[in-house]
């Protein structure tokens, strides 16, 4: 009997060790951690922000430190696969699990430490912390990064494509703030890259890093946290169809002014209460002296209507990010959310507002057609540029960023009726497709627009053109040299 049960061990032994694929040997014997598909775990560990989105990568790793991000990617090319990193998981076209089926998950979640340099007020980030986090631990030690509002979309993605927030007018995209980082290559070699160390890749990361190696921390320059903050919502319930032209166009105007750079705001319009009326607000913070906010914002509501309603709420820095995310800035206190939703972005040209046919186009469109849409939608309209903004005094060539000569950046964002699948594809795809068209067909046939990747549309026509600009021939023949195997591949990359 003895016998016996030594030999039906030995065989059950062998069995499921013959039944583990090359990936996993290799992964358990370098004491990888991973989850794959036979796991219980994964159907939860691959499910995608995006419920649009069902995608099977061929596993999920978690390693813990950098050497093992190394070791997971060689496991992964190893069997050709392609490897993708995931810092929070919020990529819209669900680019964190691979985007589409069969590739390595190179989940960076453990990796969370943060540390700020008093000497020289740098702060050491892992690329598995999300905003919430950071924003906190920051703000522990008086200082704050220019970012994005939701708790917990993770920098990696956010600072490896732009990073826009509030405070971006007064101190640039998150990437912008970037000094150096340790990126491990498709070869398993963990490179530092800086403007003096690996500069090709320094540029590349910012703007396109996913597609170029997994960056597991970034060294940022941090600035003082402000000493007050103010968020200011106006909003107007119904407006007509030359009401709300009148507010974009006169928006345009206002930024064209000479606008303090602590002034961060945004245009927010949603389903009107009937055809010809949609509901607007404006959205926004400001970081200078309390007192002169109302003289910064007034000549633009001099231009609107009296709102329907306005809320004005000082208070700390802290606070601020607090109250413009509307959920825990510690993550760990609560799950992560989800949407079932198509999205797509436009960047309007300073240098070429949006004409009034343009405006006149959308505004219609969105009362018209908005109202009867199956979609729960909304769009903003965020001020990136104006007078005296940070992100475009930086020159364009200096970063992959494509597009500093920005005035907005739109955001077009439609879900399903109960924000559960399935989403209403047939309709719901073309209702932002022809949005975004009423505002390019009544534009300039050489009107230099973009559309921005952390609004990442994977059905965008000329995707390159309009993610990465005059910059796509240099980051294709980066991306030749530093990847020839395409090891880091997914929808809409280099």
């Known amino acids: 009997m003895f016998i016996s049960v030594s030999f039906l061990s030995l065989a059950s032994l062998l069995l499921g060790a013959s039944a583990q694929s090359p990936l996993q040997q290799n992964l358990t014997s370098l004491g990888v951690d991973a989850v794959f598909p036979t796991d219980p775990t994964y159907a939860n560990v691959s499910q995608a922000y995006n ?18 991000v190394s070791e997971a990617i060689q496991a992964g090319v190893a069997q050709n696969m392609a490897v993708v990193a995931r810092s929070g998981g919020h990529s819209y076209i669900a680019n964190g699990l691979g985007g589409t089926n069969g590739s390595l998950i190179v989940d960076l979640s453990n990796l969370k430490a943060i540390s700020v340099r008093s000497s020289n007020n740098t702060a050491l ?6 905003l919430g986090d950071i924003a906190l631990a920051l703000n522990a030690a008086g200082r704050a990064l220019p970012h994005g509002t939701c708790s917990y979309v993770g920098i990696g993605g956010h600072s490896g494509y732009g990073g826009f927030g509030f405070t971006s007018r007064a101190w640039g995209l998150t990437l912008d703030t970037i000094k150096s980082a340790t990126v491990v290559l498709a070869n ?16 590349a990361i910012r703007g396109a890093s996913p597609s170029f190696g997994i960056v597991t921390s970034i060294e940022v320059q941090t600035f003082p946290a402000p000493t007050s903050a103010i968020v200011f919502q106006y909003g107007w319930d119904s407006l007509n169809i030359t009401a709300a032209s009148d507010a974009i166009a006169s928006f345009q105007e206002f930024a064209a002014t000479n606008i303090p750079t602590e002034f961060g705001a945004e245009l927010v319009f949603s389903r009107g209460p009937s055809s010809g009326q949609v509901a607007f607000g404006l959205t926004g913070a400001w970081y200078g002296a309390p007192a002169a906010l109302n003289a910064t914002v007034a000549p633009y509501l001099k231009t609107l209507p009296t709102p329907s309603s306005q809320t004005i709420t000082p208070g700390s820095y802290i606070n601020s990010v607090s109250f413009l995310a509307g959920q825990p800035l510690n993550t760990t206190t609560a799950p992560d959310g ?10 309007t040209p300073e240098g070429s507002p949006m004409s009034a046919a343009a405006i006149q186009a959308f505004v219609s469109y969105m009362a018209v057609q908005g109202f009867s849409s199956s979609t729960a939608w909304f769009i903003e309209v965020e001020l990136y540029g104006g007078s005296n903004s940070a992100i475009n005094k930086v020159p364009l060539d200096s970063t992959a960023f494509a597009k500093r000569d920005t005035l907005f950046t739109m955001q077009l964002y439609a879900s399903s009726s109960n924000y559960e699948p399935p989403y209403p594809t047939a309709v719901g795809f073309k209702f932002l497709d022809d949005m975004v068209a009423s505002i390019v067909d009544n534009s300039p046939a050489d009107w230099s627009y973009g559309a921005y990747l952390n609004y990442a549309d994977e059905r965008l026509v000329n995707a390159s053109t309009l993610y990465y600009g005059s910059h796509y021939p240099r980051l294709k023949a980066l991306k030749t040299e530093l990847d020839p195997k395409d090891t880091f591949r997914f929808p809409i990359g280099v």
């Open 338 to 347: 989800s949407d079932t939703f198509y999205q797509k972005s436009l960047m």
């Open 188 to 203: 398993g070699t963990i490179a530092t890259a800086s403007s003096t160390i690996n500069p090709d890749l320094f540029w």
């Open 125 to 130: 980030i892992e690329m598995g912390n999300r």
């Open 51 to 68: 419920k649009r989105f069902t995608v099977d990568p061929a596993a999920v790793a978690f390693p813990t430190n950098v050497q093992q």
